[in-house]
């Protein structure tokens, strides 16, 4: 794989994870647990959309077959999608829905923190405007995470359970394969070791204040979305996502 | 629906002599366009009244992000679905200024969206409507927005200050939403296939009735209208304001190169207005006591979020306590 | 009842301005209540500070004490700049 076959993989995970956890949390307009939490939770996903159309135009301009950011995000079917399995996991209850959040939300953060500094200018100029918004989320979710975590019993055992099954699809976020490595060493993206152990470190210390258990280091991860191997569930995501753009292939605006 | 059909208490007006003077002091500062503010003293029937409007127009505000959280999840495109998820941001925000201002009151957020899910409060019944194909979000935000800013924009100068303030406020937010809704329309309109023209008619169709429906029945069929109209809760009448909808949408209406769905609209050059056949009072009774197409989910989409929510909320009161102790214990 | 307490919140809109009141949120504690007013209040960069006060802990004047309050200062014009007369001459001050 060449540097630049890299970039547009790499841009590609990083659109397609922020867009697939946008549409999850769209997915909750008028059903959060509060009239304050509809608000935040629509502001997050409304962060996160418009940072996926940020990497999917960079994207678009460098793989260059005259396709556009909607093409990228509508017109690809699940096993060309790179997201974090994480991203598409359901949002069942709210203790999933936060620890998802969670999960991603420390990974984000250290992740654009780190591209801010990248090699490649249009990595950075768009990272910087999107970590403000992720330091944010991460915040935001970290809160609730220990509010949940340490708030009543039901509370608790909700959370747990959360992490108990969510904690497969971590392992992903810091499992590093070539395209993370080429974009370590061109200086473009974060240094994985780093990354993981940054990880490891912010998630253990805000579950510890939670009450909660982390899984074990050992625990069997699931992994493949950044190959385009998916759950179940990213088809369902997309049929519902592109559904106008497939059904009426011929429209060329909107 | 925003300030219509508000059950204020009274049939009649009383007249200055009949008010004590108290309720005579209060009626000259509203006549003298002074603001009423939350500590003042006001007749215990003004403060119901406005609790119920502006809890019905919160309501509302609220209810109104499912017909379109019905289609975020689908939007077409990038733009789109920003544009989207950005009113519908706004529509919670200005659900949340409505019940800000009502608690000024002395009323409860809580107590009265309770009353809501038990089908006792009244909102919007726009939103019992479905919306069934794409177009219909621009036909949302420029004909339902659009009757919504007709009323809120004279509410700015309702007598309650605090409701008056956060009318100012969202109507400033909300200039957007019309335009967005237009635009939606207008695109597809231009440049759209056959089948997204049809799509944008179809909306059109089904939306303008239930849009004219928001301004509530006639005058003289609202009894409260009067008492509402001399507190300054409400500034104008609903056929008035239903008119002045009417006469600024049919020029745009025509612009889209639509129609609508009333044989008996016409410029009539002696009145200055646009004529237009009669409404359908039958459906709008109907609609209002629960027998919209989507009255039952609404309120149990509603409902249901705020019943699951129960824990999560209950958590949150639960470790302000703890972390109060910890603090308190250090 | 409600289950969360009531905050009022206070925007300043820019530097050099004194933080206005613009209205209330619900929150579970002061972090929360924080994050809330930052979503709901400055979703349109209206604010550069927030200051958020449990609505229980605040001490408003009651309207029927307003004259004595507030009265006793309209005839004390002398508070005022434009009490001083000064000569055209003596220029802008």
């Known amino acids: ?254 | 629906m925003y300030a219509q059909l508000v059950e204020t208490g009274s049939k009649r007006l009383k007249t200055k002599e009949e008010m004590s003077p108290q309720e005579r002091e209060f009626q000259e500062k509203v006549d003298a366009e002074i603001k009423i503010e939350a500590k003042n003293w006001m007749p215990e029937g003004y403060r119901k009244t406005l609790v119920r409007q502006i809890s019905q127009h919160a309501h509302s505000e609220v209810v109104g992000m499912l017909p379109e959280g019905n289609w975020v999840t689908r939007a077409p495109t990038l733009k789109r679905k920003l544009q989207l998820m950005a009113k519908i941001q706004d529509e919670a925000g200005h659900g949340l200024y409505l019940y800000s201002a009502m608690e000024t009151l002395g009323a409860d957020r809580d107590e009265e969206i309770e009353k809501l899910h038990q089908g006792k409060a009244k909102y919007s019944s726009i939103f019992n409507y479905p919306t069934l194909n794409w177009a219909d979000m621009g036909a949302v935000g420029w004909l339902v927005d659009g009757a919504a800013i007709v009323n809120q924009v004279v509410l700015q100068r309702t007598s309650y200050g605090p409701y008056s303030r956060a009318m100012v406020r969202i109507c400033k937010e909300e200039s957007f939403h019309q335009r967005q809704g237009y635009q939606i329309l207008l695109d597809l309109m231009r440049e759209g296939t056959d089948e997204q023209k049809a799509m944008v008619q179809d909306a059109i169709n089904r939306l303008w009735w239930p849009s004219l429906m928001m301004f509530g029945p006639h005058d003289d069929e609202s009894p409260n209208s009067q008492q509402s109209l001399a507190w300054k809760i409400k500034r104008k009448g609903n056929d008035e304001l239903r008119q002045m909808f009417i006469d600024q949408t049919v020029p745009q209406l025509e612009f889209l190169g639509c129609t609508a769905p009333d044989p008996d609209l016409k410029w009539n050059e002696e009145t200055g207005h646009y004529d237009f056949g009669e409404i359908n009072w039958q459906e709008f009774y109907d609609v209002l006591k629960g027998n919209g197409p989507c009255n039952r989910e609404r309120i149990n989409t509603r409902k249901k979020a705020i019943d699951e929510g129960r824990w999560v909320r209950e958590a949150a009161v639960a470790y302000a306590k703890k972390q109060k102790q910890r603090t308190q214990a250090a | 009842m409600s289950e969360w307490r009531l905050y009022e919140v206070f925007v300043r809109s820019k530097h050099g301005l004194n933080h206005k009141h613009v209205g209330s949120v619900h929150a579970s504690d002061n972090e929360m209540a924080m994050e809330n007013a930052r979503d709901l209040y400055t979703r349109r960069s209206e604010g550069v500070s927030i200051w958020v006060v449990p609505s229980d802990t605040i001490t408003a004047s009651a309207s029927d004490e307003k004259e004595v309050l507030f009265d006793p200062s309209e005839d004390k014009i002398y508070r005022h700049a434009s009490f001083y007369e000064l000569p055209d001459e003596v220029g802008h001050m």
């Open chain 1, 1 to 254: 794989m060449t540097q630049a076959e890299a970039l547009q993989e790499y841009l590609l995970r990083l659109a397609d994870s922020d867009m697939i956890l946008g549409q999850r949390l769209c997915e909750l307009c008028g059903k959060a647990p509060a009239l304050e939490e509809e608000l935040a939770l629509m502001n997050v996903a409304l962060d996160l959309v418009g940072q996926a159309r940020n990497w999917y135009e960079y994207a678009a301009e460098l793989i260059d077959d005259g396709g556009d950011a909607d093409k990228l995000a509508f017109r690809r079917d699940a096993h060309n999608y790179r997201n974090l399995l994480l991203t598409e996991q359901p949002n069942e209850d709210y203790a999933v829905t936060m620890g998802r959040q969670f999960f991603f939300d420390a990974w984000h953060y250290l992740t654009l923190k780190s591209l801010v500094d990248s090699s490649d200018e249009r990595v950075a100029g768009i990272a910087a405007k999107a970590l403000k918004e992720a330091t944010y989320h991460l915040r935001r979710s970290s809160e609730w995470i220990k509010r949940l975590g340490d708030g009543t019993e039901e509370s608790h055992r909700r959370m747990q359970d959360a992490v108990d099954i969510l904690w497969r699809f971590t392992g992903e976020l810091i499992t590093p394969d070539d395209t993370d490595h080429i974009m370590a060493e061109a200086g473009i993206g974060p240094e994985p070791d780093q990354l993981a152990s940054n990880w490891r470190e912010m998630v253990n210390e805000v579950l510890t204040q939670a009450t909660l258990t982390p899984g074990a280091d050992d625990a069997w991860m699931y992994m493949g979305g950044k190959h385009g191997e998916h759950t179940e569930h990213l088809g369902f995501i997309l049929a519902e996502m592109q559904f106008l753009q497939r059904a009426y292939p011929d429209a060329t605006t909107w």
